[in-house]
């Protein structure tokens, strides 16, 4: 066990990079010499998660030598996204995922327990994890809870009663459920409990359950035959699910617990009630083997307030701050005491008016050693660069607030007239059509409520309140209404190319120049949205979706329609899409184009697999293309009927399918684009990288091609492709030179480098299928109120069907990620999230994902994406780099750009670009290397950035608010842990006493590796 706990320990560690090594060496020596708690508070997206994993092996391996037999860890996250994102990086031994949301509560956690330790001991495994998240593991409500808990409840006590009794109980545990799937429930439970029945479970636990009050009052009246009903029958329920959620927490008894983002938890640490009580019986054990304590955030407090802030939310951050120091210090009051003493020194003079910068300089850093003595780390960017410029660009977007935002605000006005009320000005320059997208808000409701009102939103000459169905129906042009939606339009669709017709984002390693659409793309990048409200993304899903679809399937509908009215039937490839017209276009296709259609994407073929290597450096497309059409054409002897029949000859085997594909008079040209480009020759390519066995890679090239010609059939595919190639007739065939003149291979290359950064390329086939599940992603539908809707819903107001009777619109182009209640079911569920996460992070659609604050701490959208896009400003500067980091991360689009960019060498791979890359920055910087540059920025001016855009009409308050917003990221951190934070910030932006260089000392350096260094 020692020698398998020193491969994973150097394993895990030997993944970090210089400055993480040098905090997974601080946490340890901190454990090592007594103290039970520390913070990582490193700046977003540096890695938090993976220093946790070699803290995690290393805790492991101390407490194995301390003489622990079983080694737990219990990691917290905020909600099921985040852990679904981190528990896989965070894993140190293959183990069981809890896929169902409910097995999360704590109430069912003493069966998972007792199955993890028996797998540990059947498997000889040392480390056992454990996800939990407050909201379902902690949360005790006043009610019955979910099914699965019951049924596993009423398995439970059915051991401490007669057998007679089991049938009354599985009953009242029913609780209106279905009788088969409650069945189904319970014997699924019960299996599993006697499975792992012995060595004390559940035994133990009964016997604490038997000597419960509750246990007394159920037992009592169950021999009574008076099993409550109601009210009684749930508080009954709530009682067992908090007796049992007691003693799962009981039962981990964690040696290391990890706590993720845990400022949106902070009850859990310091409060009060049944969450906190709950928090207590795992969290502090005994006085002598209570367990480590890794805390993780980029803001373990709220790290700068604005007085506003502070008044009209009554939070005090002061105080925030010194509970997360006096958590640290549990144990020890007398150290906390000092550290007060030493900070309440410097705090002083910070708010002195006149200070000494001699003297302050001496007090901050007698306050920064106090702090990093308290077992807090944080590295930031800042620290390793000279100034956010070096990596990031911010254009100037200055909009004129046109025709459209002039006329929707006074109809809007007017509207609102009656009401005496004022329209938020914010609101129309924030989206169009607004009595479309608004839903929820009360404003609407309001409108909806009052007769007048109702009356006038109801006018058929309303123009710029409602959306124009009609003319999406007849794919016609969205009015210029909006500034913002007009400025974003311009950078997708209008300055630097069409990007409706892009199926992938263009490779940043192209093996050669990409042509057709993508061929000035090469700057392309997704884009992610950030807004204070809630209507916003949804309505950038629904118009950035539909103005996509309108310039390529509704291009071609047109097309087509013109083509019928002229009689002329071009083969052009468009019959394919099979389009119902009908009083007008239709929206959808009435058709899609058939899979089996799309054989020769299958086809998984060896010869044409080795008939192209990337050379490493972007050639001309067609010398390229030349050295391998004469590679297949003087292999291509013999008489021939079918691409099959060829393809199966030049692979050395005899085709006897019955699918056949006529060989065309070009069929050179035809296997020169499979050769470059099939999705089954390419994944073939891609997956020899990754795997040996032969069977193995037959299998992922298979699925992976078979998701592709899946994707390719949907109708946005089909619009996409049909609209480039008009000289090629069939579909298949266009869809292949598509493929090769977007660089599918290097695409795919690139994808699967980022999947195996957070996947590990160990498990290859891990990443496959989340490729596969990523080309299934289907889109949401939003249902858009519009005019008719609303005016039958007013008119006949107890006609429950007309209240649902909404223009339905899809997104695929760009996607909404927040707490929608205007989606589709499949919407709405938590799975989609990760889904919608996951599809982002890929090279495929959506290019654009608009957020609320949902999206805004501890997911990684940085893959492909180095825009965001502030659709509304925050208040607070914090808040501005919380939604930066979601794009600034490891290996992030920007910098792989920038490396490819900056390179003067030829590397094949990906991992040859970055192991250059690390070889050249470490022999630069003469031993302090920090590998900071060039896995999350350069060292120097940064060729590729990452772009803030921050879309202001002009004249308007938002102006001086934003330059007021980046006064203050150069100067919060001066206030970190301070009272009146506003105070001294503006009091530092006023005074011309202090230069930059001054300024950068002032700042609190709790970066172990800068402490390794001496700095």
Not at 420 to 426: C, G, H, I, K
Not at 989 to 996: H, K, Q
Request: proline letters at 3%; hydrophobic letters at 35%.
């Amino acid at each position: 066990m020692e020698k398998t706990l020193d491969n994973i320990c150097a394993g895990a560690y030997g993944k970090l990079k210089n400055f993480q090594k040098a905090t997974v060496d601080r946490i340890c020596e901190l454990f090592k010499s007594g103290q039970r708690r520390v913070l990582v508070a490193d700046e977003v997206g540096l890695g938090k998660t993976i220093i946790a994993r070699s803290v995690t092996a290393e805790t492991a391996r101390m407490r194995f030598h301390e003489g622990d037999d079983l080694f737990k860890v219990v990691y917290v996250c905020s909600n099921q996204t985040v852990s679904r994102q981190n528990i896989r990086k965070l894993q140190l031994v293959e183990q069981k995922q809890v896929g169902n949301l409910c097995e999360m509560r704590l109430s069912m956690q003493h069966l998972r327990i007792a199955e993890d330790e028996a797998a540990a001991l059947e498997k000889k495994q040392f480390i056992q994890m454990l996800a939990l998240t407050p909201g379902t593991s902690f949360q005790l409500t006043e009610s019955a809870g979910c099914m699965e808990e019951r049924a596993l409840t009423a398995v439970m006590l059915q051991r401490l009663v007669e057998e007679k009794f089991h049938g009354e109980i599985s009953e009242f545990f029913r609780y209106g459920v279905g009788e088969t799937g409650w069945n189904n429930s319970v014997e699924y439970y019960r299996k599993r409990v006697d499975k792992v029945s012995g060595s004390g479970y559940p035994e133990r636990l009964l016997d604490k359950v038997a000597k419960t009050d509750i246990f007394s009052d159920f037992q009592r009246c169950l021999t009574d035959n008076a099993l409550p009903a109601g009210s009684g029958q749930r508080r009954m329920l709530t009682e067992f699910r908090k007796h049992f959620a007691a003693f799962s927490a009981e039962s981990l008894a964690p040696d290391l617990v990890i706590m993720d983002e845990f400022q949106r938890f902070r009850t859990l640490l310091s409060g009060e009630g049944d969450m906190a009580e709950l928090a207590k019986r795992f969290l502090q054990g005994d006085a002598e083997n209570s367990p480590r304590v890794l805390l993780l955030s980029a803001t373990p407090f709220k790290l700068y307030s604005t007085l506003e802030e502070a008044e009209a939310s009554g939070e005090d951050q002061y105080r925030e701050f010194k509970d997360v120091v006096k958590f640290l210090h549990s144990g020890s009051s007398e150290r906390f005491e000092d550290f007060q003493t030493v900070w309440g020194s410097y705090s002083a003079l910070l708010h002195a008016p006149e200070k000494s910068a001699g003297t302050l300089l001496e007090s901050k850093n007698n306050a920064e050693k106090a702090l990093y003595d308290s077992g807090i780390c944080r590295t930031e960017r800042i620290g390793f660069i000279s100034g956010d410029k070096d990596f990031l660009h911010e254009p100037e977007m200055l909009l004129d607030a046109g025709y459209g935002d002039i006329c929707s605000f006074l109809e809007m006005s007017a509207i609102l007239a009656p009401l005496s009320e004022n329209l938020p000005v914010d609101y129309v320059k924030s989206a169009p059509f607004l009595l479309s997208f608004m839903e929820h808000y009360q404003l609407k409701e309001n409108i909806t409520k009052n007769p007048e009102c109702a009356r006038l939103a109801r006018n058929k000459k309303l123009q710029w309140s409602w959306l124009d169905t009609g003319n999406i129906s007849r794919y016609g042009e969205i009015p210029r209404c909006n500034a913002k939606l007009d400025a974003l339009f311009d950078i997708l669709f209008r300055e630097n190319g069409d990007s409706s017709k892009l199926l992938w984002v263009p490779p940043s390693k192209p093996d050669y120049e990409l042509q057709g659409v993508f061929k000035n793309q090469q700057d392309f990048s997704k884009i992610l949205i950030f807004s204070a409200w809630e209507m916003v993304p949804r309505m950038i899903a629904v118009l950035t979706s539909y103005e996509a679809e309108r310039r390529s399937i509704g291009t071609l509908i047109k097309a087509q329609i013109a083509n019928k009215k002229r009689k002329k039937r071009k083969k052009s490839g468009i019959a394919a899409l099979s389009y119902n017209v009908k009083h007008g276009v239709e929206r959808y296709p009435g058709k899609r184009v058939a899979a089996g259609k799309l054989n020769l994407l299958l086809w998984d073929s060896k010869f044409l697999a080795a008939c192209f290597t990337p050379s490493g450096t972007c050639e001309d497309y067609s010398v390229c293309r030349q050295r391998v059409f004469e590679n297949i054409s003087q292999h291509c002897n013999g008489q021939y009927s079918s691409f099959e029949e060829l393809l199966s000859a030049l692979d050395g085997a005899v085709y006897n399918g019955e699918n056949r594909t006529p060989l065309s008079e070009d069929f050179p040209d035809i296997l020169t684009d499979m050769a470059l480009a099939s999705p089954a020759v390419c994944a073939r390519r891609t997956l020899q990288k990754y795997a040996s066995d032969e069977k193995e890679i037959s299998q992922g090239v298979f699925a992976l091609a078979a998701a592709f010609a899946a994707r390719f059939c949907r109708p946005e595919s089909v619009g996409a492709v049909c609209s480039t190639n008009h000289d090629i007739d069939r579909y298949q065939f266009k869809l292949l030179r598509y493929c090769a003149e977007g660089g599918f291979q290097a695409m795919l290359d690139e994808y699967f480098f980022v999947l195996q950064a957070d996947i590990g390329a160990e498990n290859w086939q891990t990443m496959v299928e989340t490729a596969v599940s990523v080309l299934k992603f289907t889109t949401a539908v939003y249902d858009v109120d519009t005019r008719t809707a609303f005016a039958s819903r007013i008119e006949n107001p107890a006609d429950k069907s007309r209240h649902e009777n909404k223009f339905s619109m899809r997104s695929h182009f760009a996607a909404s990620f927040n707490r929608d209640k205007g989606s589709s079911a499949d919407a709405k569920s938590g799975n989609r999230k990760e889904s919608l996460r996951t599809a982002f992070n890929s090279p495929f659609y959506p290019f654009v994902l608009a957020s609320t604050s949902v999206g805004q701490e501890g997911l990684d959208f940085h893959t492909y994406c180095r825009k965001i896009m502030h659709w509304n400003l925050p208040a607070n500067p914090v808040e501005l780099e919380q939604r930066e980091g979601r794009i600034n991360r490891f290996q992030c689009f920007a910098i792989r750009r920038s490396l490819v960019a900056a390179a003067d060498k030829t590397c094949r791979s990906w991992k040859e670009l970055f192991d250059y890359a690390d070889e050249r920055e470490a022999a630069a910087c003469c031993g302090d290397y920090s590998q900071m540059s060039p896995f999350w920025c350069m060292r120097e001016n940064q060729p590729v950035k990452i772009e803030r855009l921050v879309p202001l009409i002009k004249y308007s308050s938002s102006i001086a608010a934003f330059s007021r917003l980046k006064k203050l990221l150069t100067h919060y951190r001066l206030t970190l842990g301070q009272q009146r934070q506003q105070d001294i910030a503006e009091a530092f932006i006023g005074s011309d006493r202090f230069d930059a260089e001054f300024y950068r000392k002032l700042f609190l350096q709790l970066s172990p590796y800068k402490k390794q260094k001496g700095f």
